[in-house]
């Protein structure tokens, strides 16, 4: 039989398998995935959560992999989506598609090579890492910040993973993973639980190029160098969106041969290349790794320190914000001193393998090596020909020096030459059509630039009434958001919201002190329970507030996407403002300026555009079964009042409107009071 033409009976077998039936949109997605794989096209395809999307790609990417020999990369951008894919979805498709074909397709997890413990590190093979903050420049901590080079891997832990133990201190933490070394089957640090810091992970696991390679005593051991191997014999690999981003970034090499490309939770696709292209220069990081390569390979670095005291002396007087013509000429002067440092100080660090400190030798090598590239790009002539945007900036709270950032202005090229191009690709996401079209997302992942290619969007709908289940409260009465923070109207409406659902809100915030604001005023008008970001780890934080129906949690960014909540735990989603970018933000300011010259509506395509977003990610958080019941309430007037409101409400799941704040609150009572209804 052809199993690309049995899509719907795999695909009954395989939904009968975890209890459930076969949704119309599980179905159409499937078939026009299918369909995609045969023609070599791409797809967007938009499903709603609970439509069951994961099934429906993976059940004709893993028959068309038995039945084409064709490898397929699954891409996903949580930890929770890649557990359930790898740990769930996927050997339940794959006995699915052996039973019938006589063929069990592999599957595979590969992640960037820093996210595995180092055997030869555990045993005293590399030197114990005294400057925590050295590897900002080879490779960002956990949460998703940017890299700070080209083509560096970063680990890819966005949403709520294993926490480090309550009041766990660092030599704690170092000793457990000592211990954990010797019983660990895969050396992945997402498989520790509880987990550990970024500076207790730092001290047993190296970057891909701090690795000994094949000159490690352990190679025959190696955990990251295992993972490969099993990549490259699978049938499916599983993956994360920065190991996409270093592929688009130039190193295609860092994934194995594939065909077909499946990209889940593509809305944060262009986001996460953007992070991985995102190049940072301070002179702290210049000093730190000039002593680095002083301590373990031996070489005069005098030029190197010099050049860090003469960027640091330039970085002084530069004042925040985009540097729209590139670097001035002092501060340029001062980045030919770092690049001809760095440039003599690798050509003097060449690799020794038997070298008593190989370990010690090939970190500070790597970080040289990484610390030029950096300053070689900030020379070049990327700003003048707007392919990347400059800007200096200084960490809030004035603890850290000023440094250079230099970010892509826009990665649609990318992408579509290194991801996209020569293969089958399925982008899909319960948002992708933003104001009731696909162009907007078609052009910021590069399919629009495919001639050749044929591209479609499909939205599949979602299985929720969601005009039944939730209500889309408008607070039309309130003023417009200022820049003094959240107004005292603002927040007597939240207080009003909250009392009225009996707690069991999650609160959407623009910015830390506007939910440390929220949080300081429920606390002292309401008795139940509020939690606000930043008092604890987050994953410990979404725990409790889902163990108390009563809870309530505000925060801001990472609150907003990928933290699932279903039940009553979670009746009440307030969002405080419009989430516009800030007007100051170099890259979303180069964008507009580029839209507008050539005669677009910079505002609809720049800020409107990545409004819609994060607005129909945070209203997402409502609904997430067919019995949830709820409100979401936004208290921006301008939803309702300002003529680009449609295009964002479009954005949004179709919940009920209303401007009404007392049908509103009558609903919530409702609720809480066990009333399963949000009639309206």
Not at 146 to 154: C, I, K, L, T, Y
Request: glycine share 10%; proline share 6%.
């Amino acid at each position: 039989m052809s199993v690309g033409a049995d899509t719907g009976a795999l695909l009954d077998a395989a939904v009968a398998a975890v209890g459930g039936a076969r949704r119309e949109g599980q179905l159409r997605m499937a078939e026009a995935v299918a369909q995609t794989l045969d023609e070599g096209s791409h797809l967007l395809v938009q499903a709603g959560t609970g439509t069951g999307k994961s099934l429906a790609y993976l059940v004709p990417v893993l028959a068309h992999a038995v039945e084409k020999g064709e490898r397929a990369v699954v891409s996903t951008a949580t930890l929770a989506l890649q557990r359930q894919v790898l740990a769930q979805d996927a050997p339940l498709v794959a006995d699915i598609v052996a039973e019938r074909t006589g063929a069990r397709p592999k599957v595979a997890l590969l992640k960037g090579w820093q996210n595995y413990l180092c055997l030869h590190k555990v045993a005293g093979g590399y030197p114990v890492e005294e400057e925590p903050g050295l590897f900002a420049v080879s490779a960002a901590t956990d949460g998703g910040l940017p890299a700070a080079g080209p083509a560096v891997e970063q680990p890819d832990r966005r949403g709520p993973g294993p926490a480090p133990a309550a009041r766990e201190g660092l030599g704690e933490q170092v000793l457990r993973l000592r211990a954990w070394s010797e019983e660990t089957g895969t050396g992945d640090r997402d498989d520790l639980v509880p987990g550990v810091s970024e500076r207790a992970w730092r001290q047993v696991s190296v970057t891909r190029m701090e690795c000994l390679g094949q000159r490690c005593p352990m190679i025959s051991e190696c955990f990251p160098e295992a993972a490969r191997v099993s990549a490259r014999e699978a049938d499916v690999v599983v993956t994360n969106h920065a190991m996409l981003g270093i592929a688009a970034s130039g190193s295609p090499g860092v994934l194995p041969e594939h065909d077909v490309l499946v990209v889940d939770e593509a809305h944060e696709l262009a986001e996460r290349v953007t992070a991985q292209a995102t190049a940072e220069l301070s002179a702290s990081v210049v000093e730190r790794t000039a002593r680095l390569a002083r301590r373990h390979a031996g070489v005069g670095l005098d030029n190197l320190e010099t050049a860090a005291a003469s960027l640091r002396a330039r970085l002084e007087v530069v004042p925040d914000g985009r540097l729209v013509h590139g670097l001035p000429a002092d501060l340029r002067d001062a980045v030919i001193l770092v690049e001809a440092g760095a440039r003599e100080a690798v050509g003097a660090m060449k690799p020794e393998p038997g070298a008593e400190d190989a370990g010690g030798r090939a970190m500070a090598r790597s970080a040289m090596v990484v610390l030029h590239e950096i300053a070689e790009r900030l020379l070049g002539d990327s700003v003048a020909a707007r392919r990347d945007v400059l800007w200096c900036e200084r960490p809030r709270g004035g603890m850290e020096q000023p440094r250079l950032r230099l970010a892509p202005l826009d990665v649609a090229g990318p992408v579509a030459s290194q991801l996209l191009a020569g293969r089958a690709a399925v982008l899909t996401s319960a948002t992708l059509a933003l104001g009731g079209t696909f162009d907007p997302m078609a052009r910021s992942l590069g399919l629009t630039l495919d001639d050749e290619t044929p591209w479609r969007g499909l939205d599949v709908g979602s299985p929720f009434d969601y005009a039944r289940q939730g209500i889309l409260y408008t607070a039309r009465h309130l003023p417009p958001p200022g820049r003094d923070g959240t107004s005292e109207q603002a927040l007597d409406e939240l207080v009003a919201l909250v009392r009225a659902a009996g707690g069991a809100t999650l609160g959407l915030f623009s910015s830390r002190r506007a939910a440390e604001a929220a949080t300081e005023r429920l606390r002292a008008e309401l008795d139940t329970p509020v939690l606000c970001q930043g008092e604890d780890q987050l994953p410990t934080l979404v725990r409790r507030f889902v163990e108390d129906e009563a809870t309530s949690l505000m925060g801001t960014l990472s609150l907003w996407q990928g933290v699932d909540v279903p039940g009553p735990t979670c009746r009440l989603v307030v969002i405080d403002r419009i989430p516009f970018p800030r007007p100051d933000d170099p890259v979303k300011q180069a964008r507009s300026e580029v839209v507008a010259a050539a005669g677009g509506n910079a505002f609809m395509s720049v800020a409107a555009t990545h409004a819609a977003l994060l607005l129909a990610q945070g209203a997402g958080r409502l609904v997430r079964r067919t019995d949830d019941r709820g409100v979401v309430a936004v208290l921006d007037p301008r939803l309702a009042t300002a003529r680009y409101g449609t295009f964002l409400t479009r954005s949004m799941p179709p919940l009920w409107p209303t401007s009404d704040g007392e049908l509103t609150r009558a609903a919530l009572r409702r609720l809480s009071a066990g009333t399963a209804t949000v009639s309206h």
